[in-house]
C-alpha cells in the first residue's frame, strides 16, 4: 500500500559536476528497480544541473531545506518556489543538524512544511531523539513533541503526500544504528500519533528510517511492518552503494 521510499542526503558534500557524474554512474545500477521511489537531496548549487542529469529518469530531485517565505530580505535563504523553479519534487525540513546546529524549532519547521505543500513540493520532515534523551527514557515523549509541533501545519486533505522520517540522533553518522526492532517500536507509535494528528491518511504517510543505513542493514530495516524506507547519508555518497541500498530495498541481491 505504501510504496517504500528511499532518498539520499548528501549535506554538504558534491559540486554541480561531481552531482552529474554520479548520476551518470547510479542511474544505470537502478534502472531495473521499479517498485521503489527515489530521490537525491544535494547541496543547493547543485540542484539545477542534477535536476537536468536525471530528467528523464524516475530518479527525483530534492532539497535538503528551504525557508518558509515567499521572498524578500532573507540574506543566504532559498524559497519554495525557487525549489519549484529547479524541479523539486522533495525538500527535507527539521534535519538534527538543522535543528541542533542552526537552532530551528518545531514551529519553523511546521512554517517550512506547509510552506513546501502549498507550492507542491513534498515534505521529509525529520524527527529524533538524542542518545541523552534515549538514555533517559524520553525517546517515545521527544518524537512525540516533535510531530505534534513540526507537523501542525498540515492540512488533514494533503496529509497523506508527507514524508516523515525518524532519525535518532546517535545513530547519524555515527556507524550506529538502531535495530530493526528498535526503529520499529518508535515508528509504531508514530504511526500511531499520525492516526491522531490525520485519522485515516495516517495509515498512507510513508515513515523513513535513518542513520547509518547501509547495503548490509536495509533489508531487514525496511522488513518491519512500518519502517517504509530510507533517508541516507554517508552510504548515498557513492553510486554502488547507494545503488544497492535502492536495488535491496526493492527486494533484489
Ligand atoms: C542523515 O543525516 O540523514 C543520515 C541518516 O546520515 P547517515 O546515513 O550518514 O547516518
Known amino acids: 500500500m505504501r510504496r517504500p521510499f528511499i532518498a539520499a542526503n548528501w549535506k554538504m558534500h558534491k559540486s554541480p559536476l561531481e552531482a552529474e557524474s554520479f548520476a551518470a554512474a547510479f542511474l544505470p545500477l537502478v534502472e531495473k528497480v521499479t517498485s521503489v521511489d527515489v530521490a537525491i537531496a544535494p ?13 528523464r529518469s524516475p530518479v527525483a530531485l530534492a532539497a535538503q531545506n528551504v525557508n518558509a517565505e515567499e521572498q524578500g530580505a532573507f540574506t543566504g535563504e532559498v524559497a519554495p518556489g525557487m525549489l519549484v523553479a529547479v524541479g523539486c519534487r522533495y525538500a527535507i525540513v527539521g534535519h538534527s543538524e538543522r535543528r541542533t546546529l542552526y537552532a530551528e524549532s518545531d514551529a519553523m519547521v511546521a512554517a517550512k512544511a506547509a510552506a513546501l505543500l502549498a ?36 492540512p488533514k486533505e494533503r496529509a497523506a ?10 545513530a547519524i553518522g555515527t556507524g550506529k544504528t538502531a535495530t530493526p526492532e528498535m526503529a520499529q517500536e518508535v ?10 494528528l490525520f485519522g485515516a491518511a495516517g495509515a498512507e504517510i510513508r515513515i523513513q528510517y535513518g542513520g547509518s543505513v547501509k547495503p548490509d542493514n536495509v533489508a531487514e530495516l525496511m522488513s518491519q511492518t512500518d519502517i517504509d524506507g530510507a533517508l541516507v547519508g554517508g552510504a548515498s555518497l557513492e553510486p554502488e552503494s547507494f545503488a544497492q541500498i535502492v536495488n535491496r530495498a526493492g527486494g533484489s541481491a
Open 43 to 55: 547541496p543547493f548549487p547543485a540542484l539545477e544541473r542534477l535536476g537536468r542529469a536525471l530528467a
Open 119 to 154: 507550492h507542491d513540493v513534498l515534505p521529509i520532515v525529520c524527527v529524533g531523539e538524542s542518545l541523552e534523551q534515549r538514555e533517559a527514557d524520553r525517546t517515545l515523549q521527544v518524537i512525540e513533541t516533535q510531530l505534534a509541533g513540526s507537523l501542525a501545519s498540515i
Open 161 to 170: 503526500e508527507i514524508v516523515v522520517a525518524y532519525e535518532p540522533i546517535w
Open 187 to 196: 515508528h509504531a507509535m508514530i504511526r500511531e500519533r499520525l492516526g491522531d
